[in-house]
Nanobody, 115 residues
Framework: QVELVESGGGFVQAGGSLKLACDVS????????VAWYRQAPGKQRELVAK???????TYGDAVKGRFAISADNAKNTFYLEMNNLKPEDTAVYYC?????????WGRGTQVTVSA
């Protein structure tokens, strides 16, 4: 069982930046993929960013050019750097990791962007 714990959420004004972190209970390098999703009130959970091991990066259309996913294998942590935040980025952000045939989710961290 892989455990994930998010941190770094909070309240920020439009145009500001936040960096989310996801601490993983095992080596990030051993995971098939790491990803961030978000869910706003009344909306479905959507993919924000995904990084496949030794592979490509994928970003949701709404965040391309503003958000970046990265991983630090030495710290067993992966990140989501969010710049030029907009009120529509307000949501609960979840980290996700694929390992073998399974995937794990964190409990989420709230990001609120004021106009």
């Amino acid at each position: 069982q892989v455990e994930l714990v998010e941190s770094g959420g909070g309240f920020v004004q439009a145009g500001g930046s936040l960096k989310l972190a996801c601490d993983v209970s095992q080596s990030v390098g051993s995971l098939n993929a790491v990803a961030w999703y978000r869910q706003a009130p009344g909306k479905q959970r959507e993919l924000v960013a995904k990084k496949i091991r030794h592979g490509s990066l994928t970003y949701g259309d709404a965040v391309k050019g503003r958000f970046a996913i990265s991983a630090d294998n030495a710290k067993n942590t992966f990140y989501l750097e969010m710049n030029n935040l907009k009120p529509e980025d307000t949501a609960v952000y979840y980290c996700n990791a694929g390992h073998g045939w399974f995937e794990s989710w964190g409990r989420g961290t709230q990001v609120t962007v004021s106009a």
